[in-house]
């Protein structure tokens, strides 16, 4: 069974960084794709970032081009190197296994506790 451990999250101003860490517990990560989610107060979850195995990566449109996914399989371990931040990627983040299955990524362990993103402006 699967565990995560979401890290990182804290209070910035716009135009900001932040760095997330996911530490994961089992065997299955060196197997599995990780995605990072994230959910604002009254908005569903979403997908922000994906990464492969062999470090193919994919990212929301809202996100491309401030947001890096990285992972290190050896340590079990996914990042979310979040830059130029803005008021609106105030949510909680989370990260999770991810399925690939008609052209769509699906969460497939249980969620953590997730990290606290807030942007102020």
């Known amino acids: 069974q699967v565990q995560l451990v979401e ?37 569903q979850r979403e997908l922000v970032a994906t ?3 062999r470090g193919s990566t994919n990212y929301a449109d809202s996100v491309k081009g401030r947001f890096t996914i990285s992972r290190d399989n050896a340590k ?11 008021p609106e990627d105030t949510a909680v983040y989370y990260c999770n296994l991810v399925i690939a299955r008609d ?19």
């Open 103 to 121: 052209n769509n990524w699906y969460p497939a362990a249980n969620w953590g506790q997730g990290t606290q993103v807030t942007v102020s402006s």
């Open 7 to 43: 890290s990182g999250g804290g209070l910035v101003q716009a135009g900001g960084s932040l760095r997330l860490s996911c530490a994961a517990s089992g065997n299955i990560f060196s197997i599995s794709a990780m995605g990072w989610y994230r959910q604002a107060p009254g908005k």
């Open 51 to 53: 990464i492969t195995v």
């Open 76 to 86: 079990k371990m996914v990042y979310l190197q979040m830059n130029s931040l803005k």
